[in-house]
Every structure is written in structure tokens, then in C-alpha cells.
């Protein structure tokens, strides 16, 4: 029998293979930041921009979060567990002009992901620092990832530094690459074309 959700569409998208694993998969092993040297810059077209580190990101308000997860590569992981701030907190920090309807997520490593602002608020995106109630860990995206569950998991930057608010769609790393803009698990948008 296949799982569906609450708008009816089933849980795991067109060929993809449900795994109780969580693979790691990266574009490159990047240096990272520890917590003490951790910032989160959120800048671009915004009222307020703002340089958050390790404490001050800490302080926002945190919840848990359970959210299936796709990788363009075919895995789905079911169920997942995360803790963390919700992107709508974070724009609600900042306010993004009108306007400025894409981010474009930075990361270690000099990694880019772009996304629609509208797909990352009203609790569809947050920005994670826990997973299956342990800090996250480093092969992971630790110590903050992006987690946008409804798109390809290539979106969800792993060591995430940065977003940058705009009213451009600038392409991130893999889309420059030929992966599709959006990244659509449901209608399987993996490449360009």
C-alpha cells in the first residue's frame, strides 16, 4: 500500500527508493566552521540585514520538525527528525523588500543553492542544527544545514553560512551544472530540459 499525505499526493515521488539509511552525499568536503567560528550572514534586499553567530542563532525560537527528504540520486528517507529555526523566523527577522521573491542559500565550500522565497516560509524550510534529537553532525551539513523537504535535497545546503535575499534568481551550484532550476521531486525535475 502507498503512503499518501494530506493533499493526496503520495509520499515518495516517481522512482525514487525509500531507504531506513541517511547516505551522505556532498559536492566536495569543504573547511567548515566550528561553533565558535559559526556565523549566519542574512543579508541582500532586506530592511534589516544581520550577522548572526552561534549564540545569538540559538536564541531564536527552535522547534522540532519531522519531514520526509528526496535526493536526486533516487533515495527517499522517510520520517526524519530535526530541530531548528524555521525560515519564516529568520525573514520575519530581516524583512525582505517587495520584491525580493528568491534566496539564494550560501554555504562552505563556496556552495549555492537557489530557491523561491515562497517555498522556504510559512514553516516549509528551516535552518537545522539538530537531527534524530542529537546535534547534527558534520558529514551532515553540521553544524547548520538548510532542510527544504519539499524539493530535490540537493537544495538543502549543507554547512550553510548565508542567505541572500534577492530579486534575482541567481543559479546556485548545481543548477549552473544543468540540474533543473526548480527541482520538483513529485515531477521528477532533476535536469535542465
Not at 566552521?33 to 531564536?60: H, K, M, Q, R
Amino acid at each position: 500500500m502507498t503512503e499518501t499525505r494530506l493533499d493526496s499526493r503520495p509520499r515518495v515521488p516517481p522512482n525514487q527508493v525509500v531507504t531506513q539509511k541517511f547516505p551522505v552525499m556532498t559536492a566536495g568536503t569543504p573547511a567548515t566552521a566550528g561553533i565558535e567560528e559559526w556565523t549566519l550572514v542574512l543579508d541582500g534586499d532586506v530592511e534589516s540585514p544581520v550577522t548572526l553567530d552561534w549564540a545569538a542563532f540559538n536564541s531564536l525560537p527552535q522547534q522540532d520538525f519531522t519531514a520526509d527528504i528526496h535526493c536526486v540520486t533516487r533515495w527517499s528517507k522517510l520520517d526524519t527528525r530535526w530541530r531548528g529555526v524555521s525560515l519564516q523566523v529568520l525573514a520575519d527577522l530581516v524583512r525582505p523588500k517587495t520584491g525580493s521573491d528568491y534566496v539564494q542559500a550560501r554555504a562552505d565550500g563556496n556552495y549555492t543553492a537557489n530557491l523561491r522565497l515562497r517555498d522556504l516560509v510559512s514553516d516549509k524550510a528551516f535552518v537545522a542544527t539538530g537531527f534524530d534529537g542529537k546535534p547534527l553532525t558534520l558529514d551532515h551539513g553540521g553544524p547548520a544545514r538548510l532542510v527544504v523537504p519539499d524539493l530535490y535535497f540537493w537544495k538543502s545546503a549543507k554547512w550553510l553560512r548565508g542567505l541572500h535575499f534577492s530579486p534575482f534568481d541567481y543559479k546556485g551550484y548545481w543548477e549552473k551544472l544543468g540540474y533543473h532550476n526548480y527541482g520538483d521531486p513529485w515531477l521528477e525535475q532533476r535536469y535542465r530540459g
